[in-house]
């Protein structure tokens, strides 16, 4: 194989895995959202199948063979040429590591966990899982000994998911944040006005609808041209293609908040999909570096747009013409109520100041079960003394408490994490894009959100998966991941509880 040949072979076998991975997703969209239920079956089966041709192709012995002519003229590369090489041989030193048999193994227990998991929270007893648990993280231990790391054992599985962050650095930085959290969270709780209650509806799903088109119009999601938003129980976004990325929401008839917030959340997720390097695909890096920066996306929409004062000054209007009942509402009182900060015992239905205590707590449990420091037998008695110190609240039994998540059933040790990463690099970029354009948040009052669409396109999302996610956090705001701009954020934001921008708008 020639130089030439080889960087062909690789852009080659990306392209086939794009296909695939299109196929894959339009699969597991169809299953999720319209395939009728006695079809199920037939429909996992494919996906399995079709998921085992993905993988057969990314331990193709000829990747090695190409990834071994690449690597003497590596300095001949260019920038996209090297990142492909990088993710390829990533990708392919994973795979080949892990023997078949545990993978086999590893699968069996996330699927057999995931059944008794759901038996555990439904009968409120972590019993019920505590022997799967305890299989899905001697198999973790296992895969992250056959996969290598340096330092902790933790590093292993973080790395799946946020690609070079370590316990290392992320020690440091969730130290600095839990302090920062914990002391906001008493003076918040201190100061604590009386918000008032949301109305309660009824507010039928055509109602919500139109909300919610609304606000995905005003953000700038393409969803009628090239994409879609449907309903299902627990929503996500998923990206069938280039032009074809498509959201989902969930209606509750007794509020507009969550479907509001979560469609705006998805959104946040589907416009980094649409603006991805598509016409790089063939390099791989038309994906997210990792999920942190995915989310980071859907965070900085949902909360620092959607759930900042400029957003509702100027689009509160419209929606108290949308929803009537909203009409009794005021501008400055549907602020606090969609700002209210209580702490809770469920990660999902957090505020912005409790959410990453609820991931911290994950992440130093899950370092503790993975090094062996602590056994299954432990597990509950620790989640509920971290509540208890943390957020001030102790669960009444363990659906509420341990088995509250999926993720450790689902064999995601390691993913928690990057959702309080993507607060973080969330508020950093946020931090940057006020350096770059100081108004932003008045345009955004004046009911112009191009200017957010349009730095977050160009700033983060073009560059797809061309850096890894701490170099890309560098690239844009010129420094290393710091967790004070979060903090520094959320301090401005509850502790001046009177939004600045009133006053300046008021003034013209
Ligand atoms: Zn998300």
């Not at 130089?3 to 072979?9: P, V, Y």
């Not at 508020?427 to 932003?440: E, S």
């Not at 112009?448 to 890894?468: I, M, R, T």
Request: net charge negative; charged share 25%.
């Amino acid at each position: 194989m020639t130089k030439e040949e080889a960087l062909l072979f690789l852009k080659e076998k990306r392209k086939t895995m794009n296909v695939l991975n299109s196929v894959i997703s339009m699969v597991y969209w169809d299953m999720e959202v319209v395939a009728p239920i006695e079809s199920i079956e037939h429909w996992g089966e494919i996906l399995g199948y079709l998921s085992a041709q993905y993988h057969q192709l990314t331990t193709d012995t000829r990747i090695e063979e190409a990834l071994e002519v690449l690597a003497v003229s590596i300095q001949e590369l260019d920038q996209y040429e090297k990142r492909l090489v990088e993710i390829f041989s990533d990708l392919y030193q994973q795979n080949k590591k892990i023997p078949e048999s545990l993978k086999r193994d590893l699968s069996m227990a996330i699927a057999v966990g995931k059944k008794y998991w759901k038996k555990a929270k439904e009968a409120g007893d972590y019993e019920i899982f505590k022997p799967h648990l305890k299989r899905i993280i001697d198999l973790l231990q296992q895969q992250a000994e056959f996969v290598g790391y340096q330092g902790h054992i933790y590093n292993a599985l973080l790395d799946d998911y946020e690609k070079g962050m370590t316990v290392e650095v992320l020690d440091g930085v969730f130290a600095t944040l839990k302090v920062g959290l914990l002391n906001l969270l008493e003076e918040v709780m201190n100061d604590k006005h009386l918000v008032m209650d949301p109305p309660k509806g009824p507010f039928p799903k055509e109602m919500q609808e139109e909300l919610i088109y609304f606000m995905l119009d005003k953000m700038g999601y393409r969803f009628r041209e090239a994409g879609r938003v449907d309903e299902v129980e627990h929503p996500f976004t998923i990206s069938l293609g280039p032009k074809d990325v498509r959201v989902t929401t969930h209606y509750y008839e007794d509020t507009i908040e969550s479907a509001l917030f979560s469609s705006m959340h998805e959104g946040g997720h589907a416009i980094y999909e649409q603006n991805m390097p598509h016409e790089q695909a063939e390099y791989g890096i038309n994906v997210a570096p990792s999920t942190g920066i995915h989310e980071s996306q859907s965070r900085f929409y949902e909360n620092i747009i959607g759930r900042s004062y400029s957003c509702w000054h100027a689009f509160y209007k419209d929606l108290q013409k949308i929803i009537p009942a909203y009409q009794g509402v005021s501008l400055e009182e549907f602020y606090q109520m969609v700002n209210d900060v209580v702490p809770s015992l469920i990660r999902t239905e957090a505020d912005e100041v409790t959410y990453s205590l609820h991931i911290i707590i994950r992440y130093e449990i899950e370092k503790l079960m993975i090094s062996g420091e602590i056994g299954v037998d432990e597990i509950p008695a620790l989640w509920n003394e971290k509540y208890k110190e943390y957020l001030g609240v102790e669960p009444k039994n363990d659906s509420e408490g341990v088995l509250q998540d999926v993720h450790w059933a689902d064999g995601m040790i390691g993913y928690f994490p990057s959702y309080a990463l993507g607060n973080l690099y969330g508020a950093q970029f946020y931090h940057q894009m006020k350096k770059d354009i100081p108004d932003v948040m008045e345009t955004v009052a004046a009911g112009d959100l191009s200017v957010v669409f349009n730095w977050l396109k160009e700033n983060v999302h073009s560059h797809g998966n061309l850096y890894k996610p701490g170099e890309l956090v560098e690239y844009v705001t010129g420094e290393p991941l710091n967790p004070n701009y979060y903090l520094d954020y959320l301090r401005e934001k509850y502790l001046n509880r009177k939004p600045a921008i009133t006053m300046r708008i008021a003034k013209g």
